[in-house]
């Protein structure tokens, strides 16, 4: 004997409101946990970049400086009475220098030193790759409403970037 089939009939069955609201909840806190992980990361990237960055900088200028009589780069023509510029900076550490400072695009056999640089690198924090050439023994206060990423004082080879505040473990950018 055959027995009777009982017709099932199966309802289809979707996410309740209170199940929905159980995702949404543990979705926002972990997103509460994870995003600022991965923003500490990233800032932490910026700040160990800027150090590489003007540590680079600062043996850059130290290579120029031992090849032009102990003249740092900034000063037209080597000439430490001169005034020194951003522009004269540039060039003499992202072009072929002859030994009294001149620049010259190519190498040759008076310009046989440099370049320094390939070109002037940008700050990673602020993104600004101008560079603030002083002239004395002072840095102004930084300003990152200016243009540049970069101050340089010549006369003492100081190279700091244009950032006021602190990076995360509460040391001036100044002092990096």
């Known amino acids: 004997m055959t027995t009777p089939k009982v017709a099932r009939t199966e309802r289809a ?5 209170v199940e929905i609201l159980i995702i949404v ?19 932490q990237s910026g700040d160990a970049t800027l150090k590489d960055c003007l540590r680079y900088l600062r043996a850059q200028i ?7 009589h102990d003249v740092a780069p900034g000063y037209p023509t080597d000439d430490a009475t001169q005034n020194p510029d951003a522009t004269t900076f540039v060039a003499q550490m992202t072009q072929y220098t002859d030994d009294g400072g001149q620049v010259s695009g190519s190498p040759s056999g ?11 690198p940008a700050n990673p924090i602020s993104s600004q790759n101008g560079i ?24 003492t ?3 700091v970037a244009n950032l006021s505040g602190c990076d995360q473990n509460g040391l001036p950018f100044t002092s990096y």
Do not use: E
């Open 110 to 120: 008076a310009c046989r030193f440099g370049p320094y640089l390939n070109d002037m």
């Open 62 to 68: 130290q290579a120029y400086k031992s090849q032009h």
């Open 157 to 159: 080879q100081q190279i």
């Open 132 to 155: 603030l050439v002083v002239n004395g023994a002072t840095l102004p206060a930084p300003d990152r409403s200016q243009p540049y990423g970069w101050m340089y004082c010549p006369q």
């Open 25 to 43: 909840i543990v979705l926002a806190i972990l997103s509460g946990v994870v995003i600022p992980q991965f923003t500490s990361a990233s800032r």
């Open 13 to 17: 069955r979707g996410f309740t409101v």
